[in-house]
């Protein structure tokens, strides 16, 4: 007796695709989500009249129909579209040493970065241009044609053997990393920091440990596509594919944790939740935290050691600490809508406190605050332990968002010197 077909834990933005193309292709499909609103990682909330994101806020190719971005093929699958904004540049970067706009056209980019580091510009072009060329392989073979199992064996080469062709000699480049690439061919000191702030900006991680197969894709969809923020937010996203999934006869139960996953014989039978209740179906899919999955759903026996081991050894990004402020526009005409502030140009970008993003979706879509106002998000590394509540828990986070403050300020005197 099954419940479902398939049951996702999680509605993030990779659980909610999940589920919505099951339901899309007839199956009957669960989503468990935890948290009271739907998103995860991408949700956004509402206080008096802001709408804030709690994370992403860089989209590129969300509405463009030559876009690589498999969220945009998942819309069209579902029939489901957004509306965006596009604007330029992407953002500004400000180090101590001068703040730079970055363009999404290629030429544009390197000509800035030429009045920092004439040399390293050059270098840079090389690193680009491998990444290009890996990009425009990796074009042919759409993201929603990839699966797990050995069936991609016949699809790739009954569908896609002219794109496979091209991919065959940078089979080693797909495995490596940004920072193989640029090891290759930046010396520059202060490029190679500028690729590691890339890196970091999209994974979190700098570029020695970023996949290069990630960087090319955005720099290849930055330079090729459209740089554009989702009307009504981050959460436009959420909706839509939560639209997707309902329509197609999926469910989503929200404030619903899932304590386990139930596995007898070796096979995924269901789960079972906070409250005991037990929910039936033959496959489960975790959009959980690798560790959690491996640590907290499924029980030791569940799994073959070999297979926790290889999960449980994907490094972890340190937490973030997040500022939300609803703010007045008054005297702040010139404002720009993305911001990465380097605070010290010797200390290691992922220092916390170090590096802070600020967002201000606002400059795009006024309807994210009340009438004159902006709704503002800045975040910056910060380790998760530490935190808990207690005696010095308001000091701690007055003292810790300090650089987060300093960000926003010296970002805002950049934009109203007009000196970038
Ligand atoms: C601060 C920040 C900024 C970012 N900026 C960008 C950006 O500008 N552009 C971009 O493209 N990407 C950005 N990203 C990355 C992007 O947001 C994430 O890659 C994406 O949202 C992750 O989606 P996911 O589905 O993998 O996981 P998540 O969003 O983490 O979703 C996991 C979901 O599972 C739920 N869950 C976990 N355990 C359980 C359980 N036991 N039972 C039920 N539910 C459970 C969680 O509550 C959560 O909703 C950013 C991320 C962060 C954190």
Not at 132 to 158: C, F, H, K, N
Not at 259 to 280: A, F, H, M, W
Not at 304 to 316: E, F, G, N
Request: aromatic share 10%; glycine share 8%.
């Amino acid at each position: 007796m099954q419940d479902f077909d398939a049951i996702v834990i999680g509605s993030g933005i990779g659980g909610l695709v999940a589920a919505s193309m099951l339901a899309r292709y007839r199956k009957r499909v669960l989503v468990c989500e935890s948290h009271t609103i739907p998103g995860g990682a991408a949700h956004s909330f509402s206080r008096r009249g802001f709408h804030f994101d709690s994370g992403p806020s860089f989209y590129c190719g969300l509405t463009d129909p030559q876009s690589f971005n498999p969220l945009r093929q998942v819309f069209d699958i579902l029939e489901e579209s957004i509306a965006t904004i596009p604007y330029h540049p992407l953002g500004h970067y400000h180090f101590p040493e001068g703040s730079l706009p970055i363009y999404a056209n290629a030429k544009n980019y390197l000509d800035t970065v030429a009045t920092f580091a004439p040399q390293g510009a050059k270098e840079l072009q090389k690193f680009q241009q491998n990444l290009l060329v890996l990009y425009e392989a990796l074009r042919g073979i759409p993201a929603v044609a990839l699966r797990s199992d050995w069936q991609l064996i016949p699809v790739l080469l009954t569908r896609y053997w002219p794109s496979l062709l091209k991919l065959l000699p940078l089979i080693g480049t797909i495995a490596g990393s940004a920072g193989e690439l640029m090891d290759r061919d930046v010396r520059d000191p202060w490029v190679r920091r500028l690729i590691d702030l890339e890196c970091f900006l999209l994974s979190g991680l700098k570029a020695h440990e970023t996949v290069a197969p990630e960087i090319a894709f955005m720099i290849g969809e930055r330079s090729r596509s459209i740089i554009e923020y989702p009307v009504g937010g981050s959460s436009a996203i959420v909706d839509a594919l939560v639209r997707g999934l309902q329509r197609w006869g999926g469910q989503l139960r929200l404030g619903t944790h899932v304590d386990r996953i139930l596995v007898t014989s070796g096979k995924t039978t269901g789960i079972r939740l906070q409250n005991g209740e037990i929910i039936r179906a033959p496959i489960v899919i975790s959009n959980a935290t690798i560790w959690d999955t491996y640590t907290k759903l499924l029980g030791d026996e569940d799994v073959p050691v070999d297979d926790r081991k290889v999960a449980l050894s994907t490094p972890a990004v340190e937490s973030f600490m997040h500022l939300h402020l609803g703010i007045k526009a008054e005297g702040l005409e010139g404002l720009t809508g993305h911001h990465v502030v380097v605070h010290d140009s010797n200390i290691d970008i992922t220092v916390p406190g170090n590096t802070c993003m600020i967002s201000i979706p606002t400059v795009w879509d006024q309807n994210l605050a009340p009438a004159g106002h902006h709704a503002i998000h800045a975040y910056t590394l910060e380790p998760y332990e530490g935190w808990e509540y207690g005696e010095f828990y308001q000091e701690k986070k007055r003292e810790r968002s300090q650089s987060l403050f300093k960000a926003l300020e010296k970002s805002y005197q950049i934009c109203d010197s007009g000196s970038y």
